[in-house]
């Protein structure tokens, strides 16, 4: 049985008790209604039937408060809360550090990483290219490194890219979500580079006034895409892909399933010993969400990567 330490978490961002409940298979339902995040408690409950990872089980938590801390463990049924997150070294295999607050990525997977325990840090991986080179030379020193959104494991996308054949060569994507470029930009970069086999990006351009983020990106291939993330707008995550003989329209909405997917491939990799997702697609994301972020910031300029 794999040991699982969960670090959370991070404003806007319920994955420690998502995860933690998707892992250990049940929960506490009087303290999971209180955990802020009214729509976890009632995709938990619509899936009761799949809750539980073989082989794994989360068995420690830490968060930044004490108090937090023991809330997520009583909902989610984890035995153990400890006061600092590197106590985890030596008590567990394997960590998911599920914040999404990039700026604090290092310091937290650090003490792991040199441990040479297997991590997940969650979406976005870096925000600068300074803390995505750390990550880099640990993967390739061979550590268990794993990143990604799940969008990236989204069965809506694999539903559509069944039916690629018939849209003949795709010549242009265009994905649609809410909030930021920094934290929900990744989501749509993920499902889109994912859905086209990790195109690899060449120029980056990001128009933006405020709450309107729009960043057109062209690939290698050719192919053209733009990605815009607005803050008011109703909540949605959509792809749309155009090719030569037809297009798609993909609205993502299963979330429950994509987080799922996407940590039976950590604990998959752990029991493997070696990440299932090539770190190679994950830096070629975050190079690219880094390079939207330069061309804002550059008042629009065209960043070549």
């Not at 390739?140 to 890219?161: F, H, I, N, P, T």
């Not at 990001?206 to 062209?218: A, G, L, N, Q």
């Not at 997917?261 to 994301?285: A, H, M, P, W, Y």
């Amino acid at each position: 049985m794999l040991k699982i330490g969960v670090i959370g978490m991070s404003e806007g961002n319920g994955h420690p008790y998502s995860w933690s409940t998707i892992v250990n298979g049940n929960y506490n339902e009087s303290e999971m209604a209180n955990c802020g995040y009214a729509g976890i408690p009632v995709y938990l409950n619509a899936n009761r039937g799949t809750l539980g990872i073989e082989g794994a089980q989360v068995t420690h938590v830490w968060a930044q408060e004490r108090k937090l801390s023991d809330h997520i463990a009583k909902a989610c049924l984890i035995e153990n809360v400890v006061d600092r997150f590197e106590d985890m070294v030596g008590q567990v295999d394997a960590v998911m550090l599920t914040r999404d607050d990039p700026e604090n990525h290092v310091a937290m997977a650090k003490p792991f990483l040199d441990a040479g325990i297997p991590i997940f840090v969650d979406k976005p991986l870096a925000i600068t290219l300074h803390d995505l080179e750390y990550f880099k030379k640990h993967a390739e020193d061979g550590k268990l490194l794993m990143s990604c959104s799940s969008m990236r494991y989204a069965a809506e996308s694999q539903s559509v890219k069944t039916e690629f054949a018939q849209l003949g060569k795709i010549e242009l994507a265009t994905a649609v979500g809410k909030k930021d470029w920094t934290k929900y930009g990744v989501h749509m970069l993920e499902g889109l580079f994912a859905l086209l086999d990790d195109p690899r990006a060449s120029n980056i351009k990001h128009i933006s006034t405020s709450h309107k983020d729009i960043v057109y990106i062209e690939f290698e291939t050719g192919m053209l895409a733009t990605v815009h993330l607005f803050y008011d707008i109703t909540p949605t995550f959509q792809i749309s892909i155009f090719g030569q003989s037809g297009w798609r329209l993909i609205e993502y909405k299963n979330w429950y399933a994509m987080f799922r997917n996407n940590i039976i491939e950590f604990v998959r990799s752990v029991q493997q010993g070696s990440s299932r997702l090539d770190f190679n697609k994950t830096e070629n994301i975050i190079r690219t969400l880094i390079a939207g972020k330069e061309s804002l910031e550059q008042g629009g300029m065209t960043i070549s990567l």
